[in-house]
């Protein structure tokens, strides 16, 4: 069957179905459409526009940080995001944020790119350095604890940056880290945007389901999370398949970074992700539908939440004593890296006698590198 | 010398040039762009992209097949483009190829 269509030329069938001109260069996941790069491009950038007018994820003359990491992700939103801006007058000032977390091989090589979309975007670029915030570089914890338990320090620390770099504004207690003190009035933020599609956003539904962790699944479908006085967070690529976005950037030959950070296996995510690339091939509205599921998810209003407060050393949210990221550098400062791995919070959100040192280590897998905690 | 032969077997080979992106150049010892000779098998006329994935996993791939190829196809998540061309739009498995074409493979795989 597929053969015949393909032998058979029919010049409708090759023809964009936008602009009924042109040769059709790719089909989209989301609608299975036909269409041509230049209808492609605007398809795709008027969609994106259409979730920030929509969610008004925006107003004039706010700061935005575009989370960059030199990836095709944050390099397609870093460009995408300067063209809305100039196209429907924004009013934002744009600048890019990369985090530093002192990996050498991997983020050294991917900060290049981000300098060159500096200069190719026309968009200051920021970058905080682990080692500056916290005095360790992932290159040293590495050397201290070994590859087990790395991307838990990693996850911890990344998350806790962005708080920073709002705390820092909102109320300045973080004597936890001088570094950033200093160069705080550099680095006001009212919005930090990610790159984070759809593709992603599926696969964070799943390993929620699976993890059981249902305060997660209740707000990693929201476009715009950390309302609740953390750093407003917003995600335009929330309905874009990552096909799309590797499409459009290779069309536009956009110059981004493709190696997996080293120190990351990354294997439970990468099952989920290969599972939804086969159910996607199956059926390419999958990945949009898991998102839709999971949007509709309703928790029974018994269910016990963790509870949330602030750490008493940092001040970042917390639901224990100390915040994670205080634990563990704790840990790494007094010599004992593995204070801090492993469940310390027990079922139904109970707090267990903080922190664990010991029979964590089953939890290790859960808390993989790139774990979408909105 | 095989081009010699296959030539007066009346075989014809085609020169493509390949891309390989998104990370998928590290499985052919980092190399991104290959200009190739492909002989279309014997008792065959037409090269489809059939051939040329085994073809490439013969002969380019030298590490992690796995990661490239699934089945007879491309891994889920790896982009293939036929002169800049999807290639659902041509018939993927069987689309069929013509001397000069540029095949690209992307990896959608990678963190962003």
Redesign the interface.
């Given at each position: 069957m597929?053969?015949s269509?393909?032998?058979t030329k029919k010049p409708r069938?090759?023809q964009c179905c936008i602009c009924k001109d042109r040769?059709?260069?790719?089909?989209r996941p989301k609608n299975l459409e036909?269409i041509c790069?230049e209808c492609f491009y605007d398809a795709f950038e008027e969609e994106i526009h259409k979730v920030i007018v929509q969610n008004q994820l925006f107003k004039p003359g706010e700061r935005v940080a575009v989370g960059a990491?030199g990836?095709?992700?944050?390099?397609?939103l870093a460009y995408v995001m300067s063209e809305l801006n100039r196209r429907h007058q924004y009013g934002l000032e744009l600048f890019l944020l990369s985090v530093d977390e002192g990996i050498t091989g991997y983020r050294d090589d991917s900060l290049e790119t981000v300098k060159r979309n500096e200069i190719q975007y026309g968009l200051p670029l920021k970058i905080v350095s682990y080692k500056d915030l916290y005095g360790w570089s992932m290159d040293e914890i590495v050397k201290a604890i070994g590859l087990k338990n790395n991307c838990t320090f990693c996850g911890v620390f990344r998350r806790q940056v962005r708080e920073l770099i709002y705390f820092v504004f909102a109320r300045p207690v973080v004597s936890l880290i001088p570094a950033l003190d200093r160069g705080a009035a550099l680095l006001k933020v009212d919005k930090l945007v990610t790159?984070h599609?759809a593709?992603d956003i599926a696969e964070t539904v799943l390993l929620n389901i699976l993890r059981g962790d249902i305060a997660r699944l209740g707000r990693c479908t929201s476009i715009t999370t950390g309302e609740d006085g953390t750093i407003p967070r917003c995600k335009p690529f929330n309905f874009e398949n990552?096909?799309d976005?590797?499409?459009y950037a290779?069309?536009k030959k956009l110059d981004?970074f493709?190696?997996?950070?080293i120190y990351s296996p990354n294997a439970y995510r990468g099952f989920a992700?290969?599972f939804i690339?086969?159910l996607?091939?199956i059926r390419p509205r999958a990945i949009l539908d898991i998102i839709k599921s999971g949007e509709d998810f309703r928790i029974s209003t018994t269910t016990k939440m963790p509870e949330q407060g602030t750490c008493e050393r940092c001040g970042y949210i917390s639901s224990q004593k100390w915040c994670k990221a205080c634990v563990l550098l704790e840990g790494l400062n007094r010599g004992l890296p593995k204070l801090g791995i492993g469940r310390t919070r027990g079922r139904n959100g109970q707090q267990r006698d903080a922190p664990q040192t010991n029979g964590g280590m089953k939890n290790i897998g859960s808390k993989q590198c790139?774990t979408l905690d909105f | 010398m095989k081009g010699i032969a296959a030539r007066h077997l009346g075989v014809v080979e085609m020169h493509l040039t390949l891309e390989f992106g998104g990370g998928l150049e590290l499985l052919c010892q980092s190399v991104k762009i290959h200009n190739v000779e492909v002989d279309p098998q014997t008792g065959k006329e037409k090269l489809t992209m059939r051939d040329l994935l085994s073809w490439v996993h013969a002969n380019l791939i030298k590490e992690r097949p796995e990661m490239f190829m699934k089945g007879d196809s491309v891994r889920p998540g790896v982009l293939v483009l036929v002169n800049d061309c999807d290639w659902e739009l041509s018939g993927q498995l069987d689309t069929r190829l013509k001397e000069k074409d540029v095949i690209v493979f992307i990896s959608t795989l990678h963190g962003g």
């Amino acid at each position: 069957m597929e053969e015949s269509e393909a032998t058979t030329k029919k010049p409708r069938s090759r023809q964009c179905c936008i602009c009924k001109d042109r040769r059709a260069a790719l089909k989209r996941p989301k609608n299975l459409e036909q269409i041509c790069r230049e209808c492609f491009y605007d398809a795709f950038e008027e969609e994106i526009h259409k979730v920030i007018v929509q969610n008004q994820l925006f107003k004039p003359g706010e700061r935005v940080a575009v989370g960059a990491s030199g990836g095709k992700d944050s390099t397609v939103l870093a460009y995408v995001m300067s063209e809305l801006n100039r196209r429907h007058q924004y009013g934002l000032e744009l600048f890019l944020l990369s985090v530093d977390e002192g990996i050498t091989g991997y983020r050294d090589d991917s900060l290049e790119t981000v300098k060159r979309n500096e200069i190719q975007y026309g968009l200051p670029l920021k970058i905080v350095s682990y080692k500056d915030l916290y005095g360790w570089s992932m290159d040293e914890i590495v050397k201290a604890i070994g590859l087990k338990n790395n991307c838990t320090f990693c996850g911890v620390f990344r998350r806790q940056v962005r708080e920073l770099i709002y705390f820092v504004f909102a109320r300045p207690v973080v004597s936890l880290i001088p570094a950033l003190d200093r160069g705080a009035a550099l680095l006001k933020v009212d919005k930090l945007v990610t790159g984070h599609n759809a593709d992603d956003i599926a696969e964070t539904v799943l390993l929620n389901i699976l993890r059981g962790d249902i305060a997660r699944l209740g707000r990693c479908t929201s476009i715009t999370t950390g309302e609740d006085g953390t750093i407003p967070r917003c995600k335009p690529f929330n309905f874009e398949n990552l096909d799309d976005i590797d499409t459009y950037a290779y069309f536009k030959k956009l110059d981004y970074f493709s190696t997996e950070c080293i120190y990351s296996p990354n294997a439970y995510r990468g099952f989920a992700r290969e599972f939804i690339k086969d159910l996607e091939r199956i059926r390419p509205r999958a990945i949009l539908d898991i998102i839709k599921s999971g949007e509709d998810f309703r928790i029974s209003t018994t269910t016990k939440m963790p509870e949330q407060g602030t750490c008493e050393r940092c001040g970042y949210i917390s639901s224990q004593k100390w915040c994670k990221a205080c634990v563990l550098l704790e840990g790494l400062n007094r010599g004992l890296p593995k204070l801090g791995i492993g469940r310390t919070r027990g079922r139904n959100g109970q707090q267990r006698d903080a922190p664990q040192t010991n029979g964590g280590m089953k939890n290790i897998g859960s808390k993989q590198c790139g774990t979408l905690d909105f | 010398m095989k081009g010699i032969a296959a030539r007066h077997l009346g075989v014809v080979e085609m020169h493509l040039t390949l891309e390989f992106g998104g990370g998928l150049e590290l499985l052919c010892q980092s190399v991104k762009i290959h200009n190739v000779e492909v002989d279309p098998q014997t008792g065959k006329e037409k090269l489809t992209m059939r051939d040329l994935l085994s073809w490439v996993h013969a002969n380019l791939i030298k590490e992690r097949p796995e990661m490239f190829m699934k089945g007879d196809s491309v891994r889920p998540g790896v982009l293939v483009l036929v002169n800049d061309c999807d290639w659902e739009l041509s018939g993927q498995l069987d689309t069929r190829l013509k001397e000069k074409d540029v095949i690209v493979f992307i990896s959608t795989l990678h963190g962003g």
